[in-house]
């Protein structure tokens, strides 16, 4: 013990300096004006985020010589997170520079657990110094630091917002309707039930009225897995047998675990395998699932031959497609 003291009291040790604010009141005031400028400054840069985000518009972009085609608004959301979050880091920086309190102190250093005086001792220390970080005595601080903390933390929420339409709406819907087309994807070309052998399968997207655009999106969600087995493979009540067309069958091809696209078809087995958590559904039984995480089977679309023989939608999906975490409704596909 004596001798960790008198390391600490070697003469070598450079003599503490203590700091101007410490000793003259007007820098102490003018530390403190900077430590809450940079707050302000940090929620003056979450303002500038949340700002980008609902006023500019997304697709406008300008050229930089380094950076290339640059999208505005999400440079502005970048330099606005960037001010936030740097300039909350230097204000509490300079706080703890130049305001919190300076002293030297002596720490002794026990093996083993402290004695129990010792412990409360520290705690006392602890709420001691608390007190002294003058976040109760510096109101200014406490208020700008309030401020930059709470608007920081709005960021993510509007961001998350970004991240896609709200799945329970936006599955709801698809563009398969009663007489709406099959064609294949994606050459566009309407099919026949002729054109699929016994075994085949085919990807399949609703025709849609000339001009209308495909997007992404609508790609994803209205994808359909079309699928020829023999009529008598089926193990099918009554409705959804009358759901099939000769033998063809069609199931949403998003998988109803987490949306990933159903692509494996074994054709000795009849089962559709999901690549992502191998969810594997039986064809046969109207994409019962038979192994895997998903919690309810491909959502089937309901097949009939129009009056030029190409094969249309009888109906929407009954139930939305893709993946039930959020759905009401999993106990039926
Ligand atoms: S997404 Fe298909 S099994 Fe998980």
Not at 80 to 93: E, M, Q
Not at 201 to 217: D, F, H, K, Y
């Amino acid at each position: 013990m004596s001798n960790q003291i008198e390391r600490f009291e070697d003469p070598g040790l450079p003599e503490h300096i203590h700091r101007n604010a410490d000793a003259d009141p007007l820098a102490e005031k003018r530390a403190e004006k900077q430590v809450a400028i940079l707050f302000l400054l940090s929620a003056l840069g979450t303002v500038l985020t949340i700002a980008s985000y609902i006023f500019m518009k997304s697709d406008q972009y300008v050229y930089f010589p380094v950076m290339g085609s640059t999208n505005v608004q999400q440079l502005f959301i970048g330099l606005g997170l960037t001010l936030a979050t740097l300039c909350i880091g230097l204000g509490a920086i300079q706080w703890a520079k130049k305001l919190m309190p300076d002293q030297e102190v002596i720490a002794e250093r026990h093996e083993f657990r402290s004695e129990e005086v010792d412990r409360e001792e520290l705690v006392a220390t602890f709420h001691d110094r608390a007190g002294q970080a003058g976040i109760g005595r510096r109101p200014l601080i406490k208020r700008t630091l309030g401020l930059a903390v709470g608007l920081v933390g709005l960021s993510p929420l509007v961001l998350l917002r970004d991240t896609g339409p709200l799945p329970g709406k936006f599955f709801e819907t698809t563009n398969w309707a009663a007489g709406t087309r099959l064609v294949l994807d994606p050459a566009g070309t309407p099919i026949k039930p002729e054109d699929l052998e016994v075994g085949a399968v085919a990807q399949v997207l609703p025709e849609l009225p000339a001009g209308t655009p495909r997007t992404l999106e609508n790609i994803g969600k209205d994808a359909v897995l079309l699928i020829r087995l023999r009529p008598e493979d089926f193990n099918l009540d009554p409705e959804r047998l009358s759901w099939t067309y000769q033998g063809i069958i069609a199931f949403s091809k998003i998988c109803t675990h987490m949306g990933c696209a159903v692509a494996l078809y074994e054709q000795q087995t009849h089962h559709l395998l999901c690549p992502c958590h191998q969810s594997t559904f039986d064809v046969t039984r109207a994409a019962k699932v038979i192994f895997g995480p998903a919690a309810r089977p491909l959502p089937q679309l309901a097949l009939m031959v129009n009056a030029d023989g190409y094969l249309t939608a009888k109906q929407p999906f009954s139930v939305p497609v893709g993946p039930s975490f959020w759905e009401r409704n999993s106990a039926n596909g």
